[in-house]
């Protein structure tokens, strides 16, 4: 039972998750990582999170908590970006090709605890409530790493070169 | 940009990108991997409590604890304001260890990745000596490091093990294996994620120059050794055609010899910092 609940659960939800952990580490395989992490929390603590109804709120939690456990973990990648970069061609970008590379540079430019509190509140859509409930913090440290994060990322993006491409180590 | 905006940024961003395709099966069988280890620990941990009351008891119970008797609670001298304790700082042992805090040692420590750098010229040397497979350059790599206090001030640890891993590359294909290196120091107990990933290990003659004895464990990714030199090192190495961290795609092989795993666990290079 558990299985085959976890599992559709899983699959209606994998997507959503992985893009959200996307945004959250500015990585793809970091992504993965993390919400494989987030979901074997998930498996474990199904039956309780099944029957309090909290199946969402709790595996957000724990994408986020797997976020902020990544960066402690022992293993961690190593970027190796400026060593060596692969000589490959890089194709000329449209202008919303650039508007998107610039947004995800100001991202990744963001303080972690901004990050987070982007991705609840604009991208999952939280309360400045739900937001603080999720981090542990405060409903005005929400609002001030709102007004900060949201202050850098118009910085950033008012900032960028449109005459020079970057290429981001995969 | 005001909030309406960020969050439409935001989606334009995902939504279209494309998600790994991962499967479920595979989510499950860890979920219930995490589960069985902690009903395990907890079933030990148990344990454990019941030993420790019992020896708890079996102490009050026979007066222990004091010269004229009473329990050694009532004896115990409590500081009312104990001085904080002084941040440890890097200090050498007796036995050649050097002792740093532990949560410094969680930030990048130069001198562990010059060593993990070393780890990988040695795989690369005797795995890839033609630079064909190995990323030695690019983003596929990690560190794990185990730390041990013992012999240190509390707050602080000696590195009593290190490893890599390194992605490989197979010319024409997609996917990507991985070769992981673990090193233990001598007297510490081989318990890395490669001799708990297999359960086929079996011993291994071999006549390599200081070492001591070998195990094999052929898998159905590839072949990972265990090698236990005279200098009490401990080298474990797996070559698994699947990185599981970073791809689900594996490659189909990879071209390396049970031998040249061998010798290359046994170069006296591999070393801790």
Same mark, same amino acid.
């Given at each position: 039972?558990?299985?085959?609940?976890?599992?559709?659960?899983?699959?209606?939800?994998?997507?959503?998750?992985?893009?959200?952990?996307?945004?959250?580490?500015?990585? /793809?395989? +970091?992504?993965?990582?993390?919400?494989?992490?987030? #979901?074997?929390?998930?498996?474990?603590?199904?039956?309780?999170?099944?029957?309090?109804?909290?199946?969402?709120?709790?595996?957000?939690?724990?994408?986020?908590?797997?976020?902020?456990?990544?960066?402690r973990r022992p293993w961690r990648?190593?970027?190796?970006?400026?060593? +060596? #970069? &692969?000589?490959?061609?890089? /194709?000329?970008?449209?202008?919303?090709?650039?508007? +998107?590379?610039?947004?995800?540079?100001?991202?990744?430019? #963001?303080?972690?605890?901004?990050?987070?509190?982007?991705?609840?509140?604009?991208?999952?859509?939280?309360?400045?409530?739900?937001?603080?409930?999720?981090?542990? $913090?405060?409903?005005?440290?929400?609002?001030?790493?709102?007004?900060?994060?949201?202050?850098?990322?118009?910085?950033?993006?008012?900032?960028?070169?449109?005459?020079?491409?970057?290429?981001? =180590?995969? | 940009?005001?909030?309406?905006? #960020?969050?439409?940024?935001?989606?334009?961003?995902?939504?279209?990108? /494309?998600? &790994?395709?991962?499967?479920?099966?595979?989510?499950?069988? +860890?979920?219930?991997?995490?589960?069985?280890?902690?009903?395990?620990?907890?079933?030990?941990?148990?344990?454990?409590?019941?030993?420790?009351?019992?020896?708890?008891?079996?102490?009050?119970?026979?007066?222990?604890?004091?010269?004229?008797?009473?329990?050694?609670?009532?004896?115990?001298?409590?500081?009312?304001? &104990?001085? &904080?304790t002084p941040a440890p700082t890097p200090i050498a042992t007796p036995q050649g260890r050097t002792c740093l805090p532990t949560t410094e040692r969680m930030r990048p420590d130069p001198a562990i990745s010059r060593v993990v750098r070393g780890y990988r010229?040695i795989?690369?040397?005797?795995?890839?000596? *033609?630079?064909?497979?190995?990323?030695?350059?690019?983003?596929?790599?990690s560190v794990q490091s185990s730390t041990s206090q013992s012999g240190c001030p509390e707050g602080s640890g000696w590195t009593a093990a290190l490893g890599t891993?390194?992605?490989?590359?197979?010319?024409?294909?997609?996917?990507?294996?991985?070769?992981?290196v673990f090193v233990v120091a001598p007297g510490r107990w081989p318990d890395s994620s490669i001799v708990?990933?297999?359960?086929?290990?079996?011993?291994? /003659?071999?006549?390599?120059?200081g070492?001591v004895?070998?195990?094999?464990?052929?898998?159905?990714?590839?072949?990972?050794?265990v090698v236990h030199r005279s200098d009490g090192f401990t080298v474990e $190495?797996?070559?698994?055609?699947?990185?599981?961290?970073?791809?689900?795609?594996? =490659?189909?092989?990879?071209?390396?010899?049970?031998? *040249?795993?061998?010798?290359?666990a046994a170069d006296p290079r591999f070393t801790l910092p």
């Open positions: 039972m558990r299985d085959d609940e976890f599992a559709a659960y899983v699959e209606q939800r994998r997507p959503q998750l992985f893009r959200a952990a996307w945004l959250l580490c500015a990585d /793809p395989h +970091r992504a993965e990582d993390v919400v494989q992490a987030a #979901l074997t929390r998930l498996y474990v603590a199904w039956p309780r999170v099944r029957r309090a109804d909290s199946v969402d709120a709790y595996v957000r939690r724990a994408v986020v908590n797997a976020h902020l456990d990544e960066g990648r190593e970027t190796a970006a400026g060593e +060596r #970069l &692969p000589d490959v061609p890089v /194709p000329a970008a449209t202008s919303a090709l650039e508007e +998107r590379d610039a947004l995800w540079t100001a991202l990744r430019a #963001l303080p972690p605890g901004q990050r987070r509190v982007v991705v609840l509140r604009h991208w999952w859509g939280l309360s400045v409530e739900e937001t603080a409930a999720d981090l542990g $913090i405060s409903p005005g440290t929400v609002k001030s790493q709102t007004s900060a994060a949201l202050a850098a990322l118009r910085t950033a993006l008012s900032d960028e070169p449109t005459d020079e491409l970057t290429r981001e =180590v995969p | 940009m005001d909030d309406e905006l #960020l969050t439409r940024c935001l989606h334009d961003l995902t939504d279209g990108a /494309p998600v &790994p395709a991962t499967a479920t099966d595979e989510d499950v069988r +860890r979920g219930r991997t995490r589960l069985r280890r902690r009903r395990t620990a907890v079933v030990a941990g148990a344990a454990g409590a019941v030993a420790t009351t019992l020896v708890c008891v079996a102490l009050v119970g026979s007066g222990q604890g004091g010269p004229d008797g009473r329990s050694g609670r009532g004896d115990v001298a409590v500081d009312p304001s &104990p001085a &904080p010229e795989l690369a040397e005797r795995l890839d000596p *033609q630079g064909a497979h190995l990323d030695r350059w690019q983003v596929t790599r891993k390194v992605g490989w590359r197979v010319a024409g294909e997609s996917g990507q294996g991985v070769v992981r708990a990933s297999y359960e086929t290990w079996q011993d291994r /003659p071999v006549s390599l120059p070492v004895s070998a195990e094999v464990a052929e898998h159905d990714g590839g072949t990972a050794v $190495i797996d070559a698994n055609t699947l990185f599981g961290n970073n791809s689900v795609t594996p =490659v189909s092989g990879l071209d390396v010899t049970v031998e *040249q795993l061998l010798a290359a």
